[in-house]
């Protein structure tokens, strides 16, 4: 709850001595204070500017942007590219590069929908680059025309803090001193090298992290990706779409293993399909090199393999970017995962610093980062105390199957506690799946089987990134099932597959 100014027990109405009408109302009228306008938060003679944003990532350029909406003065201090790891070498350059696969796929399979192709579909590589990276610029020069469009100053270099007002941000031999009333911390987070025995070396030695995989240099004839999060299957779908033969190493029991199991089986079957190599419950036990490339030991169990591949992709392991920034010395406190926040309104323990995205160490999502920018700037600006809500957090990977989920798994709903229901369908006999020859995955709802509050969705098939919204909104409202089995679907869609879930979990599926 947001703390209220108490009102104070002095009239301010003017006098209550009983006068004549007239005159009462005049004097009524000329007591009442005058309010002032007053704009918030500008700079004055203390402070160069309202807010410092430092990281313009997806929530660092969002927050900068919201408070500049807001009436504050911005600035954005940013060591490198607009636009973050998502935008240069994470979301966007990705699934550029999954675009392209997936259409080399539609070609080398139009048959299925009766379409002749003559000759052989192939990928152009450099051009499939080119083309990535011309997707990158654009949208980095479309955050610097935000920028301008809103009057926010973009500072380039690397920031530390000299006090809890005062950074100083240094480029080359140029240092610049900048004083704000506020801050906003969004440096994001990089990639890190797992500590494998034997396994040394960046991308001249073939290996690589997420952030060299956007820019590989050709296509490996083999490769081994450590990490079945959706770092490595996304990749492992665009590389084994290139050509190459995949193997993805997991020592969980399934790939996915932050969302519903059911969702990181059905993958791995379905990658396999696809002729990827899923091994779960396994772990890389050590590597040798192998002329350019790798000897890899892979351990299940009791069972060793050892297999030689051209590179070995990381496709976990990153920390946030805190370094050399004097954060403790001023008050703002770190754990092993990043900043430590004072509560959710995302304030760290310097009243006047906010912190938002990969650098707190929570869900490490550019949406989730946007969202909690908006949190800070508006608290940070306004006074308000919003907190950050993190019950309606879509999650989605952007293999072929897509995988999407929000909201609790069936597992985690068990382990609260929940008596639950599960309601399942499968995408296969829908009429628009029939048609377009997408008919792998399903959609699965779990609910609180008492009142039937949603708690969670979760999906696997193809568009379900886009059609996973319908959940978050159930979450967010609080919906229950008889509210989403009353919301007609249009037909024939995908879509009809949640409507179907949702009755399922009720015992009264029309199609199952």
């Known amino acids: 709850m947001s703390k209220q100014t108490p009102r104070s027990s002095t009239p301010t109405n ?38 410092v944003v430092i990281g313009a990532g997806p929530g660092g350029y969002v927050a900068a942007i919201r408070a500049a909406q807001l009436g504050a003065k911005v600035v954005v201090v940013e060591k490198e590219y ?14 550029a590069l999954i675009a392209s696969v997936e259409r080399l796929q539609h070609v080398k399979h139009a048959d299925k929908l009766a379409v002749k192709v003559g000759g052989d579909a192939s990928i152009d590589f450099e051009a499939m680059m080119a083309r990535k990276d011309k997707i990158v610029q654009t949208q980095r020069g479309g955050v610097g025309m935000l920028f301008k469009k809103n009057g926010i100053r973009h500072v380039e270099g690397f920031a530390s803090f000299v006090d809890a007002h005062t950074i100083e941000v240094t480029k080359d031999d140029k240092k610049e001193t900048i004083r704000a009333k506020n801050f906003v911390l969004a440096m994001g987070s990089s990639v890190i090298h797992l500590p494998v025995p034997g396994l040394e070396g960046g991308r001249d030695e073939n290996v690589w992290t997420s952030d060299d995989a956007v820019n590989a240099p050709f296509v490996p004839r083999k490769m081994v990706i450590l990490g079945g999060g959706a770092v490595g299957c996304e990749f492992g779908y665009v590389f084994n779409g290139l050509g190459s033969e995949v193997t993805i ?60 591949v051209d590179v070995v992709l990381l496709g976990v392991g990153r920390k946030a970017n805190t370094a050399n920034m004097n954060l403790e010395n001023i008050g703002v406190r770190l754990h092993k995962r990043g900043v430590e926040l004072l509560d959710y309104t995302m304030r760290t323990h310097v009243p006047n610093i906010y912190a938002i995205g990969d650098v707190t160490g929570e869900m490490q999502l550019a949406h989730v980062a946007s969202a909690e920018g908006i949190i800070a700037v508006t608290n940070a600006i306004t006074g308000s105390q919003k907190k950050m809500d993190y019950k309606a957090v879509p999650s989605c990977v952007y293999t072929n199957p897509e995988v999407s989920g929000v909201g609790l798994t069936q597992a985690e709903a068990e382990a609260k506690g929940y008596e639950v229901t599960v309601g399942k369908f499968n995408f296969r006999p829908l009429g628009k799946a029939m048609a377009t020859t997408e008919q792998d995955g399903f959609v699965k709802v779990v609910c609180e089987k008492k009142y039937g509050e949603v708690l969670g969705v979760h999906m696997i098939g193809a568009h379900v990134t886009d059609m ?11 919906a229950t099932l008889d509210y989403m089995v009353d919301c007609i ?7 009809e597959a949640v409507l179907e879930a949702f009755e399922d979990a009720q015992g009264h599926a029309i199609h199952k």
């Open 14 to 51: 003017g006098p209550v001595a009983v006068a004549a009408p007239i005159e009462s109302l005049i004097r009524d009228i000329a007591s009442i204070p005058v309010v002032q306008e007053q704009e918030q938060l500008m700079a004055n003679e203390n402070f160069d500017i309202d807010l």
């Open 82 to 95: 607009l636009g973050g790891t998502c935008l240069n070498w994470g979301c966007i350059p990705s699934k």
């Open 249 to 308: 190493v997991e020592m969980m029991p399934q790939l996915l293993p932050v969302m519903d199991s059911d969702l990181g089986v059905e993958l791995a079957k379905l990658l396999g399909r696809q002729g990827i190599k899923v091994k779960v419950g396994a772990t890389i036990d050590k590597c040798e090199r192998s002329g350019n490339g790798w000897k890899v030991t892979i351990v299940k169990g009791a069972d060793v393999e050892v297999i030689e």
């Open 468 to 478: 996973i919204h319908e959940g978050v909104v159930a979450l967010k409202l609080e």
């Open 489 to 495: 679907h249009a037909h024939p869609t995908m879509s």
